[in-house]
């Protein structure tokens, strides 16, 4: 996989020496976040509490129905840890050729139960949003209203013995204004999709934090435990719905 976020070797000023792929998968792509970083004037805290090393599950709250949340936070992560974190993302990013490759040079991967086990095997890092659409498809007058935890993150982590470490993101909300969410299950069953107000990201202020991380006392003979799986997951979303409310009330009007 091309890694998306790798900083250029080359510098700036020899832009014109460049091929059409590089310019195209490095360059452009690392000055948008840069620009994204700005623009959203990204704080991040708790870099300290992503460890070094060994399998982990980042997992934050879901909001702004596009995929920037997702972007922003790869790319923070890269940034500052080094470690190259594979998002599990919608399946509706790989229903076609055209929408499936750009996903995966953003480091994009389909959330399922088999690609986060796979990569947390080989030691990797993973972002996976456990409040799944109903999290970024929401309305905005839900915003900052932790939607149902899945547990397949809490599998995941059994099955490979992985850190999670719960993740805050503030200011998507208000970056894009849901106006309600649309079901199609009549259609494709559990589908549903947002009404968006705006397509132009608004300029909120963006914060993003790393919570302590959770290291799960339990096994892979517990995966099959539904009751179990569901009281470590509630407890997770319960701990971070907390803490969500607490920065919410500390940072008040989101664009200023």
């Not at 059409?20 to 360059?27: E, G, R």
Request: proline fraction near 7%; charged fraction near 25%.
């Amino acid at each position: 996989m091309i890694n998306f976020f790798k900083k250029p070797n080359e510098k700036v000023f020899n832009v014109k020496s460049l091929g059409a792929d590089d310019l195209l998968y490095k360059v452009f792509p690392r000055l948008f976040m840069e620009i994204l970083k700005k623009y959203f004037r990204v704080e991040v805290e708790g870099v300290e509490n992503i460890p070094t090393s060994g399998p982990i599950i980042i997992a934050p709250n879901h909001s702004g129905f596009t995929a920037m949340d997702a972007m922003v936070l790869a790319y923070i992560i890269q940034e500052k840890t080094q470690r190259v974190p594979r998002v599990l993302t919608h399946h509706l990013w790989f229903l076609t050729e055209t929408t499936a490759l750009p996903a995966q040079k953003l480091g994009f991967f389909e959330a399922t139960f088999e690609n986060g086990v796979n990569y947390l095997k080989k030691k990797q890092m993973i972002v996976i949003f456990p409040e799944g659409e109903h999290g970024n498809f929401k309305p905005t007058s839900k915003r900052y209203q932790l939607q149902e935890f899945k547990r397949g993150f809490i599998r995941m982590a059994l099955a490979t013995d992985a850190t999670i470490v719960p993740t805050v993101i503030l200011g998507a909300e208000e970056t894009n204004i849901n106006l309600r969410q649309l079901k199609f299950s009549k259609f494709l069953r559990g589908l549903v999709l947002p009404l968006p107000l705006n397509v132009i990201p608004l300029p909120a202020k963006w914060k993003i934090i790393f919570e302590k991380p959770v290291t799960l006392p339990f096994g892979p003979e517990k995966m099959s435990d539904s009751e179990l799986c569901h009281d470590l997951a509630f407890e997770i979303q319960e701990n971070l719905q907390k803490k969500i409310n607490t920065e919410v009330k500390k940072r008040g009007f989101g664009f200023i």
